[in-house]
């Protein structure tokens, strides 16, 4: 094991507490940060981070924490990956930018052949890439509108799509996404979903329930599209009940309807699979894809079905980064890194550990409502056992508790009272094993 007490430039394989965290230098920069950045941007958690390897993050003040969180599923191969780190360096040596839609160049055209062969479904496939997840969504929405002639864009509840204007429109929660940013794009319709734990509906009965309520209150012929999250993502982990998406991709299907799939958080190996559709039987016409796909460089994809990718005019897809060449060269490395090492498998080690802990987590306390997810993508539920309440409150103490004791662990549900788990692939069932000791004394203090 790497000895970082020796070499401070050497990341170590096990959290390691220092200071108290926050640290001095941690306060010291959150200080000038209070000066310099906006308050509309937060941070769960105020450690400033010098490096990171793996599943390990280390503070300015050599804190070393266990990362259940990769950045919100971006560092899903591992933080600061060697095949991600030399690829992207050889880049920055030989193009940094020329700007695909002047003169264009190799690593994007191979990132689309990856994205094609990845993708579900085998039928011709293309791909515009972009730079942010909620570009995507932008995007795949203009595309749809465009291949169909509608205007009408279909959500579901709890969903999370982003930050920009449509996005904001298309999200569930206003708070804090959406509240005081009006007006909002118009023409977007939220649609009940399947939530089993609260809805106790079968997959049939939730998808019967939202095409009722798309068909009276929009119509189907007024739809362009459909965006759904295979696993809603900051709605808490939400697993719909089987059968409901591909109950839902078939209505559209037969309504002349775009089929998105938002993999933004779900995709890239993140489940096992390269995209969480495949579990779910789902073939979509479009899939959004950004986070993981280029190991931590801003980079994110539309693919989907040749002909409704072909139905933009030229120049009308496209912005000054998208595609970047040096993320797009580490995008390379990770798709390389999740088939010649096996990555999927990965996954599905990680879900093996970690899901028969937290349902350990579950018998021993009845505030865990519901243990879900697939692959590297867990969440527990909090809920308090006799009112059935949702419990943010002891969502926000654990969270809480276990950065005191150096693990991180996100939040996320439309109550806040869901734990993510969200660990890079690079996670040792070790690690693992120490996260759930912690996560054990937090809910045992709670
Ligand atoms: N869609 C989903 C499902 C997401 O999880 C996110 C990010 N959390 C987005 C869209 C927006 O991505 P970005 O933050 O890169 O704009």
């Not at 779900?266 to 190991?295: C, N, Q, W």
């Amino acid at each position: 094991m790497a000895d970082t007490l020796v070499d401070p430039t050497v990341v170590p394989l096990q959290r390691r507490l220092v200071t108290e965290i926050p640290g001095p230098k941690s306060r010291a920069l959150q200080e000038r940060r209070s000066a310099a950045v906006s308050n509309g941007v937060s941070s769960a958690l105020p450690v400033y981070i010098e490096r990171a390897h793996g599943a390990i993050i280390v503070d300015v003040d050599g804190n070393a924490f266990l990362d259940l969180g990769a950045g919100i599923g971006v560092t899903t191969i591992g933080h600061t990956d060697d095949a991600v780190v030399a690829a992207a360096r050889a880049q920055l040596g030989e193009v940094i930018h020329t700007l695909f839609t002047i003169t264009p160049y190799e690593e994007y055209v191979r990132v689309a052949e990856l994205l094609a062969a990845h993708t579900p479904g085998s039928f011709a496939k293309k791909s515009v890439l972009v730079n942010s997840g909620a570009e995507a969504v932008e995007n795949g929405v203009k595309i749809a509108r465009k291949y169909t002639g509608r205007g009408g864009v279909a959500v579901l509840e709890h969903a999370y799509h982003g930050r920009t204007n449509l996005t904001m429109a298309m999200n569930f929660k206003a708070m804090p996404y959406s509240l005081g940013y009006g007006p909002f794009a118009g023409d977007v319709y939220r649609a009940p979903n399947s939530y089993p734990l609260h809805d106790g509906l079968s997959g049939a009965d939730a998808a019967a329930r939202t095409i009722a309520y798309l068909e009276k209150t929009v119509g189907a012929s007024d739809l362009a599209c459909l965006v759904v999250e295979p696993i809603q993502g900051e709605g808490g982990f939400v697993v719909p009940a089987d059968g409901y998406l591909p109950a839902l991709q078939e209505w559209c299907t037969a309504n002349g309807i775009v089929f998105i799939a938002d993999e933004i958080q779900s995709g890239m190996a993140r489940t096992g699979a390269y995209f969480a559709s495949e579990h779910l039987g789902l073939v979509p016409d479009l899939v959004l894809i950004a986070k993981g796909i280029a190991g931590g460089l801003p980079l994110a994809a539309v693919t989907g079905r040749a002909e409704i990718m072909d139905a933009s005019q030229p120049g009308g897809l496209g912005g000054t980064f998208g595609g970047n060449p040096v993320a797009c060269a580490a995008a390379i490395a990770v798709f390389d890194r999740i088939e010649s090492d096996g990555l999927l498998a990965e996954a599905a080690r990680i879900e093996g550990t970690l899901k028969t802990g937290l349902l350990a987590l579950q018998a021993k306390y009845p505030i865990i409502a519901e243990v879900r997810g697939i692959g590297a993508m867990l969440a527990v539920e909090l809920l308090d056992p006799s009112t059935h309440a949702p419990r943010a409150d002891a969502v926000a103490a654990i969270a809480a508790a276990a950065a005191q004791q150096g693990v991180i662990v996100l939040t996320a549900g439309t109550y806040g009272n869901v734990l993510r788990f969200l660990p890079s692939l690079a996670i040792t069932d070790v690690q693992l094993a120490d996260a759930l000791s912690v996560l054990d004394a937090c809910f045992a203090a709670l």
